[in-house]
């Protein structure tokens, strides 16, 4: 386990008043986290794995907190290529955020995108067969508030839900800080929040205490190279 604490704090991209064009910024850097460090390639293993358990002739998937929406826009494509009939809805509670994934997904038939907070989410009770949470767990401080958002996921899913995130080290951190003087020293939203996310992030022990806690000791929670890990739940 490592012996870096984790820390509280803001990220600047969270600010309702966020300059749009740094947010826009720090989003497609945020992209690229996800396609070179892992994110997306994590989200779309567990996700495989989950549709082979359970085969429906469509699924219905919920985007928690989905930035720019890139994930779903790959979701996307895989399903195309393996056949499979996906609806996603891509959330988020940023209205320039959304206006951000509104704008990136829309030539994307399979993504609507609609404003929700991972706290309350304004869906039925098993709506969606998958709901989602990428790279934005560590934005809730509050483990309280963690608890909630992992029964709100549960709530609204059918078959289960995933939480897939950075994990906290101080491999990770040297990393992110790498970058933040380097790649993103030009772009103060990702050279602010880059560090802190990871030093906000869960280890794989604590993730799979709040899971516990949450009421779902079935948890399964997964560490991928380099810094990634993965809760993943599964109804049924």
């Keep these: ?28 850097d945020l992209r690229a986290v996800n396609r070179w460090l892992g994110g997306t ?26 930035g720019s929406g890139d994930i779903p826009i790959q979701i996307a494509r895989w399903a195309r290529t393996e056949e499979v009939d996906l609806e996603i809805v891509a959330t988020d509670n940023h209205p320039t955020t959304l206006e951000l994934a509104r704008r990136h997904t829309a030539d994307e038939p399979a993504i609507r995108t609609a404003t929700a907070d991972a706290l309350h989410l304004p ?17 809730f401080d509050d483990e309280r508030d963690c608890v909630r958002v992992l029964r709100e996921l549960h709530r609204v899913s059918r078959i ?23 790649v993103w020293r030009r772009h103060p939203v990702t050279r602010h929040d880059g560090p802190l996310s990871v030093r906000r992030s869960f280890t794989p022990a604590e993730l799979r205490s709040l899971a516990a806690r949450a009421g779902f000791g079935n948890g399964r929670v997964h560490a991928h190279f380099p810094f990634r890990v993965a809760l993943v739940v599964e109804k049924e």
């Design 1 to 28: 386990m490592s012996t870096l604490p984790r820390a509280a704090g803001h990220e600047l991209m969270d600010e309702p008043g966020q300059d749009h064009g740094q947010l826009a910024t720090s989003l497609a």
């Design 41 to 66: 390639r994590v989200l779309l293993h567990h996700l495989a794995a989950l549709v082979d358990r359970h085969p429906r002739d469509r699924y219905r998937l919920l985007d928690v907190a989905t």
């Design 123 to 139: 869906f039925a009770d098993g709506e969606f067969d998958f709901a989602l949470l990428n790279t934005a767990f560590h934005h």
């Design 160 to 182: 289960g839900f995933i939480v897939n995130d950075l994990a906290r080290s101080r491999t990770a951190l040297a990393g992110a800080s790498v970058l933040a003087a380097t």
